[in-house]
């Protein structure tokens, strides 16, 4: 079984599609039609990965999402009809990873999915630290001042991508690609957005961040105050 | 711009000073009808209290020299009678006789009166007798003016309004006099001084009183103006003032109706205005958030069964290896045209979006050469599919603006692929110019060009240069008109030049900074080379076909141009 992926959308055709598709690249897929069951259903079938569409009768989209995200790190993708930036950022804000506009081609369907699930098994002991975080890449674990972080797997890997390489900025786009998986996408608003939720678990003063800082005009770089 | 804004200061400044005079004569009815009103008042209780003045003046004179007359004749009587019935013979006993009368005249009579007798000028006397006086001093001091002498020497009565010197200064008073016969000397002249003096006070005191009461009344007549205009204008100016309120957007203002007069009307008047502007506002405000929400729900409603037909064709499509040929063709037409339809649908909601205010700028501090690079790195593929040169001129400096990259990319995107479409085969030129307000990003080609309607429409919705020409490359219609939407969103411009048979250019300009106003744009929107055909230049490499290149001159234009491939 590689990857089980849950699908809920209250349209059963493209929840069917999408599962054709899914299976079709060797997934398996599991479907919930309904706000209100999907947390119900995420606690049974255990996913790899949530496709969530944002209109959903019962509870809406950015409701389960940000249920699904209080007891799980599992990898969330939006399924959004609205390109509007607004609607975009408030999925993201309740915890979604990334999301896809619709309408959408298979392959860009798979090819996210790839991405978030594209988990590195074969990592080999590494010991990360930006001032005083200290980042064990194999085991997963962030601690700060001797205080264990919980971070989604996306949230540690854009960490550690700015970690690995404390001396260089890294452009938006760059960020895009090393932890997205994204070739062209030009939607930076995911970078924003992770990043203002990364630094509200790991900075003191998230206002005045020192971990993850901001390089005015280019990106972000690792902070090196102190070691 | 700058020396523009300072001259436009400095004549606000001067106009502003001219005008502060009048500023408050023209902003306030109030000032305005006091003014007048106080003025007219003003000016005719001058003229009244003039011409009362002058009235009581002459009759107070005229009443007391007629008295005077009266009075004094009377007593000319009374003295030539002791002048005829007296006995004396001899010049003392004359003298002793005129000073009597004198005396006896002086005491009598009403109020103070001096007494003069003088010899008629032009008498002889045997006897020698001097004149006689109440008061000598005064006498002596010319107070009898020869004129009235010789006056009164004709015979009868005669007077002349003279000025008493007293230790006070000097009183008006009047001089009346008559010829008396004065036994043994002759005749004489008997003359009368009344002073005016109690008269004149009373003419003061009349006219302090009458000036007192004309600065009542025009003091009355300005607080009136005052009240009844207040009345009239408070509620003028609460209507203004709600209705500036309300022009504000604060749409829940009233004005406060109070009895049942004009004005109560007025304010019932003016609330009901409000209020079905209101209305009116609300249930367009209503409608258009409606229409807003209809757009993003037919977005979703539509882009749900979009996707799952767009999978659909593509699974279909990535299958037709194994379809007959007909099948197949046809799920190849299902591909390409969804691949459209998608289109047409996001430009549509697009321009929607734009219609409805709803297209938010996300703006950025952005060198535009990478962004122009981008769009050309994007445009590169169809270029070698039309044969068509692409040449991208950059500045050496950053072009840094503040500019939304994906709205600006897609502008120049679409500009791009236009004109490599109507290229034909000739060259796209790309430039990039900056100057210290704007940044320019012109794309040219030298194609079939347009004419001067044609330019004009370009922009339009829909609107196509000719209906017959194929159009390959699938435009929806809405690329121009939502790249101009873009253009304006930046406060920058999108313009078009064209000329049948010398290619087209179109300019964008966007300023470095919002708020800045544009006024020019680094580049000029009509070519150089508009007039004489278009020459060839040399272009970069494109990635197919380099055989069919001509050499390149790298040195030629290293130093001042960056080329892109």
């Not at chain 1, 990364?198 to 003191?204: A, F, G, T």
């Not at chain 2, 007494?115 to 109440?134: E, K």
């Not at chain 2, 692409?390 to 236009?418: C, G, H, S, W, Y």
């Amino acid at each position: 079984m590689r990857g089980r992926v849950l699908v809920v959308d209250d349209d059963t055709a493209l929840a069917e599609m999408i599962g054709i598709v899914l299976r079709s690249e060797g997934f398996d897929p599991v479907f919930c039609e309904d706000g209100d069951e999907a947390l119900g259903v995420f606690r049974a079938t255990q996913p790899d990965l949530v496709l969530l569409d944002l209109m959903l009768p019962g509870k809406d989209g950015n409701e389960v999402c940000r249920q699904i995200r209080g007891e799980s790190g599992v990898p969330i993708v939006m399924l959004t009809a609205k390109s509007d930036t607004v609607d975009v950022v408030l999925g993201l804000e309740s915890g979604a990873d990334d999301y896809i506009s619709k309408p959408f081609k298979p392959k860009e369907l798979v090819a996210r999915v790839r991405a978030r699930l594209r988990r590195s098994d074969e990592p080999a002991p590494e010991h990360l630290s930006i001032g005083d975080v200290s980042i064990d890449v194999p085991g997963h674990r962030v601690v700060r001042a001797g205080r264990p972080i919980s971070l989604t797997p996306l949230e540690f890997d854009l960490l550690v991508a700015l970690a690995r390489k404390p001396w260089q900025v890294f452009t938006r786009e760059i960020l895009l690609e090393k932890v997205w998986g994204y070739r062209h996408a030009a939607d930076t608003r995911l970078v924003n957005v992770h990043v203002q939720r990364l630094r509200s678990k790991i900075e003191n003063d998230p206002e005045q961040p020192e971990i993850v800082v901001t390089v005015r005009g280019v990106g972000y770089k690792a902070g090196v105050t102190s070691t | 711009m700058r020396v523009a804004g300072t001259w436009r200061l400095v004549r606000a400044r001067t106009a502003r000073r001219v005008r502060s005079g009048g500023h408050a004569w023209r902003s306030s009815l109030q000032v305005r009808v006091i003014t007048t009103t106080t003025a007219i008042g003003l000016v005719t209780l001058v003229l009244v209290g003039l011409y009362v003045g002058e009235r009581m003046r002459d009759s107070l004179f005229d009443g007391r020299v007629e008295q005077v007359l009266e009075e004094s004749a009377r007593s000319t009587v009374q003295a030539q009678a002791t002048f005829d019935f007296s006995t004396a013979t001899q010049g003392p006993d004359v003298s002793r006789l005129l000073e009597d009368v004198v005396k006896a005249q002086s005491s009598g009579g009403s109020g103070e009166r001096e007494v003069f007798l003088l010899r008629s000028p032009g008498q002889r006397s045997t006897v020698s007798v001097g004149a006689a006086a109440s008061d000598f001093a005064l006498g002596r001091s010319g107070i009898v003016t020869k004129q009235l002498q010789v006056a009164t020497a004709v015979g009868g009565q005669h007077w002349q309004s003279v000025a008493w010197p007293t230790e006070l200064g000097d009183e008006p008073a009047v001089m009346v006099g008559q010829n008396v016969d004065v036994p043994v000397a002759g005749t004489f002249q008997l003359f009368f001084l009344y002073s005016l003096q109690a008269e004149q006070e009373r003419l003061d005191f009349l006219q302090r009183t009458l000036a007192l009461a004309a600065v009542a009344l025009v003091a009355l007549l300005g607080s009136m103006t005052w009240l009844v205009t207040r009345q009239a204008v408070r509620p003028v100016r609460r209507a203004a003032q709600v209705a500036e309120r309300l022009a504000d957007g604060h749409l829940s203002e009233r004005m406060p109706v109070k009895g049942e007069d004009e004005m109560a009307r007025l304010a019932r008047s003016f609330n009901e205005m409000a209020a079905g502007l209101q209305d009116q506002i609300s249930r367009m405000e209503d409608l258009s958030a409606l229409q807003r929400r209809f757009v993003s729900d037919v977005s979703h409603e539509l882009r749900t069964p979009l996707t799952t037909i767009r999978m659909a064709g593509e699974v279909i499509h990535a299958s037709r290896a194994d379809f007959e040929p007909a099948v197949k063709r046809s799920a190849e037409l299902l591909q390409t045209q969804l691949d459209r339809f998608e289109d047409l649908l996001a430009d549509l909601l697009e321009i929607s979006r734009f219609d409805a205010g709803a297209a938010v700028l996300d703006a950025e501090g952005r060198d535009v050469r990478d962004v122009v690079i981008a769009a050309a790195d994007h445009a590169f593929p169809l270029a070698e599919r039309r044969g068509t040169w692409l040449r991208v001129t950059l500045p050496e400096k950053r072009a840094q603006a503040d500019i939304d990259p994906r709205r600006v990319e897609r502008v120049l995107r679409n500009l791009l692929v236009n004109a490599i479409e109507h290229a034909e085969g000739t060259s796209v030129e790309v430039t990039v110019g900056a100057d210290e307000y704007a940044v320019a990003v012109t794309v040219r080609d030298h194609g079939v060009g347009m004419s001067t309607v044609e330019t004009a429409h370009v922009f339009d919705r829909f609107w196509r240069a000719d209906p017959a020409r194929a159009r390959t490359t699938g435009g929806t219609g809405l690329g121009l008109a939502i790249s101009l939407e873009d253009a304006h969103l930046h406060g920058g411009w999108l313009e078009a030049w064209g000329r049948p048979g010398r290619g087209a250019c179109f300019r964008l300009t966007l300023p470095r900074r919002a708020g800045i106003r544009l006024t020019d744009s680094p580049l000029p929107l009509v070519p150089d080379d508009a007039d004489p055909p278009p020459v060839l230049a040399p272009v970069v490499r494109p990635r197919t076909d380099p055989a069919a290149l001509p050499e390149l001159d790298d040195d030629s234009h290293s130093d001042a141009r960056q080329e892109v491939r």
